[in-house]
């Protein structure tokens, strides 16, 4: 077999199987082979090894990272404040605040990702998530201010004041780190709900383990991301509601 054949059926083998191929390239290294040693550079000394994504479990943790994504939390979030509330006012106000602090923020991604600015919706590299936020964060300081000149309810208000912050401190830390935008926004939901509505409404926590463990299986995030986020998301969220009922004391 020639040099550049044997180069070739390397690179077929790292195609087809990427264990068959190390143990090919070990096994041309060790007879001592120049050739051995190309296919060797070519493949094993510029690849990251990363766990295999197969399998059912790999399946449901992408279709939970899919599914509940931040801006689908921020639309199930808004509307449960909306049904709670139970007034036609409540829901106009609701898809206003959709259009404005979702949809918007929503189309700028798909916009960025049409140009090939960025490789997928959830956006894994930390330095391309800064105009994003920049971009949610105005969105919402809009959908506030809109809401308060017009009288919106507290429930809403609170919301919206708190998507603010949250995003805020979402860009600050995201300067230095990276953290689970995701584990963030379910986590904040979860206990915003709660303190709002009551311990009734607790078993909607159940959701943040899930998915913390949705996003550490689909390698999107480490373990100690994916608790950045929910302790940013329920610690962050449970002050700011704190200080708004205990300063505007509304009437729920």
Not at 11 to 31: G, T
Request: charged share 15%.
């Amino acid at each position: 077999m020639g040099e550049l054949d044997a180069i070739g059926f390397g690179r077929k083998l790292f195609e087809n199987d990427l264990k068959s191929l190390i143990q090919f390239c070990i096994h041309m290294i060790e007879s001592n082979s120049d050739c051995g040693k190309k296919v060797f550079d070519m493949t094993y000394s510029q690849i990251e090894l990363e766990p295999q994504k197969e399998g059912w479990s790999y399946s449901i943790a992408h279709w939970v990272s899919n599914v509940l994504n931040p801006p689908a939390i921020s639309v199930l979030g808004i509307f449960l404040m909306a049904s709670v509330l139970g007034t036609p006012d409540a829901w106009r106000w609701a898809v206003l605040f959709v259009i404005l602090v979702v949809i918007v923020p929503t189309l700028y991604v798909y916009s960025l990702l049409r140009r090939g600015k960025i490789e997928t919706f959830h956006i894994p590299n930390r330095q391309n998530r800064k105009g994003v936020y920049l971009v949610i964060i105005a969105s919402n300081i809009v959908g506030v201010v809109v809401m308060f000149i017009m009288k919106a309810p507290f429930l809403l208000m609170a919301f919206g004041i708190m998507g603010v912050m949250q995003s805020t401190l979402l860009f600050l830390v995201n300067r230095y780190w990276k953290i689970s935008g995701h584990t963030t926004a379910i986590s904040g939901l979860s206990v915003f709900i709660v303190a709002a509505l009551g311990w009734s409404m607790s078993p909607i926590l159940m959701i943040v383990p899930l998915v913390a463990w949705a996003r550490i299986k689909t390698q999107s995030h480490s373990f100690w991301q994916t608790i950045a986020g929910v302790l940013t998301g329920s610690i962050f969220i449970l002050m700011t509601w704190v200080i708004l009922s205990s300063v505007l004391k509304p009437e729920i």
